[in-house]
Each structure stands twice: as structure tokens, then as C-alpha cells.
């Protein structure tokens, strides 16, 4: 998907379809967090546990650009658009039978559960968000 380094294609499931005969706009959110653990196993080479992906989720904002139909094919582009000491922040691009279907943003902070606080972001987890940045035109 052009300007995003990484992407992913989602399988719409029968469950996914509300009464209106399209995806819940909750269902996205899912989505994103598909898309956004296949990019950590990939990327980020956390592969065991979930435990072993040290981020939370602290924000995610959905725009809602055109709904998604049982059987679409659907491919979500994920990009780092800022990095902080101990946060960064994904931005999204959904696409259905490619058509814009969502973009969004989520914040996640590198979080150390043995002590539930924030930590830096150092050595190769900075670097591997740093190669994921959002490519500009």
C-alpha cells in the first residue's frame, strides 16, 4: 500500500456483519489490532506470549470514510507517524475492494508490567518503529 511501509490483509468473518449488512464500526477496531499484532510479530519479533508485546494501547481514533460488505477484500496499511520517549503513535489506512474504507491512529506505550509503568523506548525497539515511519511524498 503506497506511503505505508507495512501491510496486512483481514478476512471480513460472518460475525463481523451487523443487521445493516455491513462491518460493525467496532469490528475496525479489531481490525487494527490484527494488523497491528502481525506488524510486532514481523517487525518487532515478539512471537510468544502477549505478554512478550510490552505496549498498551493508550488512544484510538477511527475515521469512517465508506462501508465494509461481507467478502470484501480488505488490506490495512499501518505506518509510525511520531515516536516519544516511552510512546509512538501507528496511523492506519483501511481499504476494501480498494476504496477507502477508515484511517486511523493508535497510541501505544512501552509498558513494563512487573512494575505497571511506562518505559523508554531504546536500543532495537526504537530502531525497528524508526524503520516503520510513514514514507512522505
Do not use: C, W
Not at 511520531?82 to 510512546?87: E, L, M, N, P, T
Request: aromatic residues 10%.
Amino acid at each position: 500500500m503506497d506511503g505505508f511501509p507495512f501491510s496486512t490483509h483481514i478476512e471480513v468473518r460472518y460475525r463481523d456483519v451487523d443487521a445493516m449488512n455491513h462491518v460493525n464500526t467496532a469490528v475496525y477496531v479489531t481490525y487494527l489490532e490484527v494488523a497491528r499484532t502481525r506488524l510486532s510479530k514481523e517487525h518487532m519479533e515478539f512471537a510468544g506470549s502477549a505478554r512478550e508485546i510490552p505496549f498498551i494501547v493508550a488512544r484510538v481514533a477511527v475515521d469512517y470514510r465508506s462501508p465494509i460488505g461481507f467478502g470484501e477484500d480488505v488490506e490495512i496499511g499501518l505506518a509510525v507517524k511520531a515516536i516519544g520517549r516511552s510512546s509512538y503513535t501507528l496511523t492506519y489506512r483501511i481499504e476494501a475492494d480498494g476504496r477507502l474504507a477508515a484511517e486511523a491512529e493508535s497510541v501505544q506505550v512501552h509498558f513494563d508490567y512487573a512494575t505497571n509503568l511506562p518505559m523508554p523506548l531504546e536500543g532495537e525497539r526504537r530502531a525497528s518503529l524508526e524503520r516503520l515511519r510513514k514514507r512522505t511524498g
